[in-house]
């Protein structure tokens, strides 16, 4: 849901008067900053619906699959996205909903079966797992360039992924703030063509254990849709997450895609998210 889905752009850091703001300054390399700030702001349609087939696949082999309904409403740079389990009995299944108050803040609330009522999201709930898959709900979190110092590792990298190659920049990104995030930094491949990014891995650093991979994210398969306005949209049809300590992996198939339509403004609401009977 990623990180398909994390868009857009922001700035915060200000030339002040001060010595001490400026040091506070993200360092970046100019050429990976651009890069990433262009990842960002791809274009988005104004709404997009599409469904995601996910299969939790555990380290002894077993497979879970889910089926959700995606929703997404880009207005005045703003990102609103709504999500809901389809079941095989029609009865309601765990809903998410994350709406940006503002560039820089995303309200993520969550309601699964059982649970009383919906729960707001804190920033120690953003580095735990979404629904149980190997992927974290801060990827739900629009990404900023400005959320990380950048560096870039190579302009020309060549790599494969289901026989397929892809060229890309590979840049390295230090996370700013931690309070949303559990690893230390991230290595992104992102593909020249779409600037989509086709391979991450998050790792996480300490003394005490050294540098450690802990997951890594692939794009399995990109293609294109085309919105009901005619415009052409690049896409991933097809992503994973495995968690290199468990060996758990999520994979995701996004399918039935529907760009332009308009999508009912109750959807990204606290009522929606709320009601059990939609």
């Not at 609103?80 to 803040?105: C, D, M, R, Y």
């Not at 840049?171 to 990014?197: A, G, M, N």
């Not at 992996?249 to 760009?259: S, V």
């Amino acid at each position: 849901m990623i990180l398909c889905h994390f868009i857009g752009k922001k700035t915060f850091f200000f030339l002040s008067m001060t010595s001490l703001l400026l040091a506070a300054r993200p360092v970046h390399s100019d050429t990976a900053y651009h890069v990433t700030d262009v990842m960002c702001a791809s274009e988005r349609p104004d709404y997009k619906k599409e469904s995601l087939i996910i299969e939790n696949i555990g380290n002894d082999g077993a497979i879970i699959t889910k089926k959700f309904a995606l929703y997404e409403k880009n207005s005045d740079g703003l990102r609103n996205i709504a999500a809901e389990e389809v079941t095989q009995t029609g009865k309601t299944g765990a809903k998410i909903l994350a709406l940006e108050k503002s560039p820089s803040k995303t309200e993520i609330t969550v309601n699964e079966p059982g649970m009383k009522s919906p729960k707001k999201l804190s920033s120690s709930d953003m580095k735990k797992s979404a629904f149980g898959t190997t992927f974290l709900f801060n990827l739900l979190k629009k990404q900023s360039p400005d959320d990380d110092n950048h560096e870039m590792i190579s302009e020309k990298e060549k790599i494969n992924i289901n026989s397929k190659s892809y060229s890309c920049w590979k840049i390295k990104s230090v996370p700013i703030s931690k309070t949303v995030v559990d690893y230390s930094y991230r290595i992104t491949w992102i593909e020249k063509e779409t600037h989509l990014p086709v391979l991450i891995q998050f790792y996480s650093e300490s003394k005490k254990t050294g540098t450690v991979l802990l997951r890594t994210f692939r794009i399995e398969e990109l293609g294109s849709v085309t919105s009901t306005t005619g415009k052409s949209y690049d896409v991933w049809k097809q992503c994973s997450m495995k968690d290199e300590t468990s060996g758990n992996i999520t994979k995701i198939h996004a399918d039935d895609f529907l760009f332009g339509n308009f999508i009912p403004e109750s959807i990204f609401t606290s009522s929606w998210i709320g009601n059990k009977n939609n």
